[in-house]
C-alpha cells in the first residue's frame, strides 16, 4: 500500500477508524509533509495548525469511546481559499480584500466537518479565480509538483497541486471556465465539476453574496474517483431554501460496461488539441471498447461549436463581471458605448459581453436553453461524451498581460484563451464534467481526459472513472515527493 500522504481519503479514514493510525498522528505527517514540500510548490497557502490539531484529538477522543464516525472521521484535508473558513482570511488573491477574515464556514466546509474532515489549510488561485494559472500579489505563485515552472493550473490550481504533492487528504474547488478539471488535467488528480446549482455554493462568494453565479459550481478534487463519489454524496444536498420541497435522486452507470454507449470527440479546429492530448483521449474511448462499450467518434450534439462557445464566452463574462469593483465595471461600460457599432475587436466585444443589458442577457440565456435541450437529445443516444479538457500538457508560467500571452500547440500559437472551449462544453449547458488522469505525455507530465454526462449524471460519469481507475487511468504521484 502507497504511503499516507498518496492514498485516498477514504483509505485514510479506514485505517483511522481500525485503529491502524490515529488522527493526530494522520495530521502531524501531513503538517510535516507541508513542512518539507510545500516551499517548493506554494500551494498551502493559509494554516489553522493548533485549531487542526485541537479538531484532531478531539476525533481520537470520539473513537476511543465508540462514538460514530463519519465517513471522513480525521482525515486532513485543505480547501481552496476562496472558501469561507471561520478565523482565515477569503481574499480571491485581490490584494483589496487582504483583510476579509471569514466569520462563520462556508456549507460546504461545515458538511465535510460534519463527515469529520479536519481541515487544516487553505490552498492558492489566481486573482478573482480567473487564470488556468495560480498567483496573485498575496500569496504568491503555485508550482506544478510535477514540474514547478510550470502552471498547476486554475483557479483551483493549489487545490491539485498540494493533492498531487502529498500535502492534503482531499480537495474541494470551484468551476466556472475549468477550474477544478484544468487544475485536475495539469497535475494528474480526480476533479469533479457537478451539474450547476448540485451542490449549494454558500459561503463561496465574497461580500456575503447569497445568489448562485450563473454556470460556477464547486465540487471535489480527490486522489481517487471513490474520494469524489464520496465527497458528492457529502455535499449534493440542498440548502435551507430549497430542502423542504427539494430532493436529489442522481442515477448511476449500472454493472457492465459492455453497451455503454461511448461518444468521442478528440479535438476541434476551435480549439486544436495536441497529439499527446489527443492520443489519451483515445486511449481511455480504447479502454472501453475493450470491456464491451460502443464508441462512436463522430457522434456530436446538434449544434455548431462555434455557436456554443460563443454563448458560454458571452454569458462567462457577464458572469465574472458580476464580481469586478464599481469603478472597474464603469470603465468596461465606458468602452462598450464609446466604441463604434461596427467595432468587432476582441476587447470592445468583451466589453460589451460584460456590460450586457438584461435583454441581450435573456436572448442568450435562451440560446443557451437551446443548446441545453440539444445536449438532453443527444444523451437519449450516447451514455457519455469522452473529451479533452485542455488542449497541452503543463504550460510555464506566464504573467505577462491577458492580451500578450499565446499558447502553443504543437507549434502553432493560438490565443491564451481559446482554452476555456473544452471546459465551456459542458458549463454553459450545466452539465457534470469528471477529469481522470489519462496517463503521461511524451514531455512526461499527465494528461486528463474530461467524461460529460447529461443534466444530473454526476453519479454516471463519477462512477465511470471508477471503472477507470481500476483499468489502470488513476492518480501516479510526481517524482520527487516520496
Same mark, same amino acid.
Given at each position: 500500500?502507497?504511503?499516507?500522504?498518496?492514498?485516498?481519503?477514504?483509505?485514510?479514514?479506514?485505517?483511522?477508524?481500525?485503529?491502524?493510525?490515529?488522527?493526530?498522528?494522520?495530521?502531524?505527517?501531513?503538517?510535516?509533509?507541508?513542512?518539507?514540500?510545500?516551499?517548493?510548490?506554494?500551494?498551502?497557502?493559509?494554516?489553522?495548525?493548533?485549531?487542526?490539531?485541537?479538531?484532531?484529538?478531539?476525533?481520537?477522543?470520539?473513537?476511543?469511546?465508540?462514538?460514530?464516525?463519519? $465517513?471522513?472521521?480525521?482525515?486532513?484535508?485543505?480547501?481552496?481559499?476562496?472558501?469561507?473558513?471561520?478565523?482565515?482570511?477569503?481574499?480571491?488573491?485581490?490584494?483589496?480584500?487582504?483583510?476579509?477574515?471569514?466569520?462563520?464556514?462556508?456549507?460546504?466546509?461545515?458538511?465535510?466537518?460534519?463527515?469529520?474532515?479536519?481541515?487544516?489549510?487553505?490552498?492558492?488561485?489566481?486573482?478573482?479565480?480567473?487564470?488556468?494559472?495560480?498567483?496573485?500579489?498575496?500569496?504568491?505563485?503555485?508550482?506544478?509538483?510535477?514540474?514547478?515552472?510550470?502552471?498547476?493550473?486554475?483557479?483551483?490550481?493549489?487545490?491539485?497541486?498540494?493533492?498531487?504533492?502529498?500535502?492534503?487528504?482531499?480537495?474541494?474547488?470551484?468551476?466556472?471556465?475549468?477550474?477544478?478539471?484544468?487544475?485536475?488535467?495539469?497535475?494528474?488528480?480526480?476533479?469533479?465539476?457537478?451539474?450547476?446549482?448540485?451542490?449549494?455554493?454558500?459561503?463561496?462568494?465574497?461580500?456575503?453574496?447569497?445568489? $448562485?453565479?450563473?454556470?460556477?459550481?464547486?465540487?471535489?478534487?480527490?486522489?481517487?474517483?471513490?474520494?469524489?463519489?464520496?465527497?458528492?454524496?457529502?455535499?449534493?444536498?440542498?440548502?435551507?431554501?430549497?430542502?423542504?420541497?427539494?430532493?436529489?435522486?442522481?442515477?448511476?452507470?449500472?454493472?457492465?460496461?459492455? !453497451?455503454?454507449?461511448?461518444?468521442?470527440?478528440?479535438?476541434?479546429?476551435?480549439?486544436?488539441?495536441?497529439?499527446?492530448?489527443?492520443?489519451?483521449?483515445?486511449?481511455?474511448?480504447?479502454?472501453?471498447?475493450?470491456?464491451?462499450?460502443?464508441?462512436?467518434?463522430?457522434?456530436?450534439?446538434?449544434?455548431?461549436?462555434?455557436?456554443?462557445?460563443?454563448?458560454?464566452?458571452?454569458?462567462?463574462?457577464?458572469?465574472?463581471?458580476?464580481?469586478?469593483?464599481?469603478?472597474?465595471?464603469?470603465?468596461?461600460?465606458?468602452?462598450?458605448?464609446?466604441?463604434?457599432?461596427?467595432?468587432?475587436? $476582441?476587447?470592445?466585444?468583451?466589453?460589451?459581453? @460584460?456590460?450586457?443589458?438584461?435583454?441581450?442577457?435573456?436572448?442568450?440565456?435562451?440560446?443557451?436553453?437551446?443548446?441545453?435541450?440539444?445536449?438532453?437529445?443527444?444523451? @437519449?443516444?450516447?451514455?457519455?461524451?469522452?473529451?479533452?479538457?485542455?488542449?497541452?500538457?503543463?504550460?510555464?508560467?506566464?504573467?505577462?498581460?491577458?492580451?500578450?500571452?499565446?499558447?502553443?500547440?504543437?507549434?502553432?500559437?493560438?490565443?491564451?484563451?481559446?482554452?476555456?472551449?473544452?471546459?465551456?462544453?459542458?458549463?454553459?449547458?450545466?452539465?457534470?464534467?469528471?477529469?481522470?488522469?489519462?496517463?503521461?505525455?511524451?514531455?512526461?507530465?499527465?494528461? !486528463?481526459?474530461?467524461?460529460?454526462?447529461?443534466?444530473?449524471?454526476?453519479?454516471?460519469?463519477?462512477?465511470?472513472?471508477?471503472?477507470?481507475?481500476?483499468?489502470?487511468?488513476?492518480?501516479?504521484?510526481?517524482?520527487?515527493?516520496?
Amino acid at each position: 500500500m502507497r504511503p499516507w500522504h498518496f492514498q485516498s481519503a477514504s483509505q485514510l479514514a479506514a485505517q483511522i477508524r481500525d485503529g491502524r493510525v490515529g488522527a493526530r498522528e494522520l495530521l502531524e505527517h501531513f503538517l510535516a509533509r507541508v513542512d518539507r514540500h510545500n516551499p517548493g510548490i506554494n500551494a498551502v497557502v493559509v494554516q489553522d495548525r493548533e485549531g487542526a490539531r485541537a479538531r484532531a484529538d478531539a476525533a481520537d477522543q470520539a473513537r476511543a469511546r465508540g462514538e460514530a464516525l463519519g $465517513p471522513l472521521h480525521g482525515v486532513p484535508v485543505t480547501i481552496k481559499e476562496s472558501y469561507d473558513f471561520a478565523g482565515t482570511p477569503t481574499t480571491w488573491g485581490i490584494p483589496a480584500q487582504r483583510d476579509n477574515i471569514a466569520r462563520t464556514d462556508a456549507l460546504a466546509v461545515q458538511r465535510l466537518a460534519a463527515a469529520g474532515a479536519n481541515v487544516f489549510g487553505k490552498t492558492n488561485v489566481p486573482i478573482r479565480l480567473a487564470d488556468f494559472q495560480s498567483y496573485n500579489a498575496i500569496y504568491g505563485t503555485t508550482g506544478n509538483p510535477w514540474a514547478p515552472d510550470r502552471t498547476p493550473g486554475g483557479s483551483s490550481g493549489g487545490s491539485a497541486a498540494a493533492l498531487a504533492a502529498g500535502l492534503t487528504g482531499l480537495e474541494i474547488g470551484s468551476d466556472i471556465g475549468g477550474s477544478i478539471r484544468n487544475p485536475a488535467h495539469f497535475c494528474g488528480v480526480f476533479g469533479h465539476k457537478p451539474t450547476w446549482n448540485l451542490l449549494p455554493m454558500r459561503g463561496h462568494a465574497l461580500g456575503g453574496a447569497r445568489t $448562485p453565479t450563473d454556470i460556477s459550481v464547486i465540487g471535489p478534487l480527490a486522489r481517487s474517483a471513490e474520494d469524489l463519489e464520496i465527497a458528492l454524496g457529502l455535499l449534493a444536498r440542498p440548502d435551507e431554501l430549497e430542502a423542504p420541497g427539494l430532493q436529489v435522486a442522481l442515477g448511476g452507470l449500472g454493472e457492465s460496461l459492455r !453497451g455503454l454507449r461511448v461518444a468521442l470527440w478528440t479535438s476541434d479546429p476551435m480549439c486544436p488539441s495536441s497529439a499527446a492530448v489527443a492520443e489519451r483521449v483515445t486511449a481511455v474511448a480504447r479502454a472501453l471498447a475493450a470491456q464491451g462499450a460502443i464508441v462512436d467518434d463522430a457522434a456530436r450534439p446538434a449544434f455548431s461549436p462555434e455557436h456554443s462557445h460563443t454563448v458560454f464566452s458571452a454569458l462567462l463574462a457577464s458572469a465574472m463581471a458580476a464580481r469586478l469593483p464599481d469603478d472597474e465595471f464603469a470603465r468596461l461600460v465606458a468602452r462598450a458605448e464609446s466604441a463604434a457599432p461596427d467595432d468587432r475587436s $476582441p476587447a470592445v466585444q468583451q466589453a460589451r459581453w @460584460q456590460t450586457m443589458r438584461a435583454r441581450d442577457w435573456a436572448r442568450l440565456n435562451e440560446e443557451r436553453t437551446r443548446l441545453r435541450w440539444a445536449w438532453h437529445a443527444f444523451f @437519449q443516444q450516447h451514455d457519455v461524451l469522452v473529451t479533452p479538457i485542455m488542449p497541452t500538457t503543463a504550460f510555464a508560467h506566464d504573467q505577462r498581460a491577458l492580451g500578450e500571452r499565446r499558447l502553443r500547440v504543437d507549434g502553432v500559437d493560438h490565443p491564451y484563451f481559446m482554452q476555456t472551449f473544452w471546459a465551456g462544453l459542458a458549463g454553459v449547458s450545466y452539465l457534470p464534467g469528471t477529469v481522470i488522469p489519462g496517463g503521461a505525455g511524451p514531455d512526461g507530465l499527465p494528461i !486528463g481526459v474530461q467524461l460529460i454526462g447529461p443534466a444530473y449524471g454526476d453519479l454516471r460519469t463519477v462512477q465511470l472513472a471508477r471503472r477507470l481507475e481500476q483499468l489502470g487511468f488513476g492518480f501516479t504521484p510526481p517524482p520527487g515527493f516520496d
